[in-house]
């Protein structure tokens, strides 16, 4: 596919798209000089997925690179993990847990902002009703 068709696929600007390359999210299309970008299922999967992501947790696009740099550090120890001895399994265990901390540590932090953005909402809808109950509404 070329850019505009996963630009149209996906709902996002074909300069989305290349500012995510830009930035290592997204591997370049695979391309000769001159010639136009072209995309596989498996890159329209992937921006499919950082943009849910971006949307869905509110990540910066620094946090957004940290996350997708986890996960595929995560991905790549997964395919190791059949072919590995006990020994080199303990081994990606090891390696595993600060990756899948770290991602943790971004959710719950989203988690933490947007809870005390509720409270703040939930604060300002209770002194609206008493204000309502005060002027007889």
Known sequence: MRIGEVAERVGVTTRTIRYYE????????????????????ADVLRLRELIRLRDLLGLSLEELVELAEAE????????????????????????????????????????????AFAGELEAKLARLEQRRRELGG
Request: aromatic share 4%.
């Open 22 to 41: 830009e930035r290592g999210l997204l591997g370049h299309g695979a391309r000769s000089k001159g010639a136009h970008r072209v995309y596989t299922e």
């Open 72 to 115: 595929e550090s995560r991905a790549e120890l997964r395919d190791r993990w059949e072919s590995a001895s006990d020994d080199e399994r303990a081994r990606i265990v090891e390696v595993a847990i600060p990756l899948v901390r770290r991602q943790l540590e971004l959710v719950t932090g989203r988690q933490e902002t947007l809870a």
